[in-house]
């Protein structure tokens, strides 16, 4: 039980940082965009 426990937090811990991520990338190309203008 205390497994499936700590896969699932793993598993949420992942999907978080993964967001994060995809966030950053998004900023990132939205600034270079402003940075062209």
């Given at each position: 039980m205390?497994?499936?426990?700590?896969l699932?937090?793993?598993?949420?811990?992942?999907?978080?940082l993964?967001?994060?991520?995809?966030?950053?990338?998004?900023?990132?190309?939205?600034?270079?965009?402003?940075?062209?203008?």
């Amino acid at each position: 039980m205390s497994y499936l426990m700590a896969l699932d937090k793993y598993v949420k811990k992942q999907s978080f940082l993964w967001i994060i991520h995809k966030n950053n990338a998004q900023i990132e190309r939205y600034h270079q965009k402003l940075q062209k203008h």
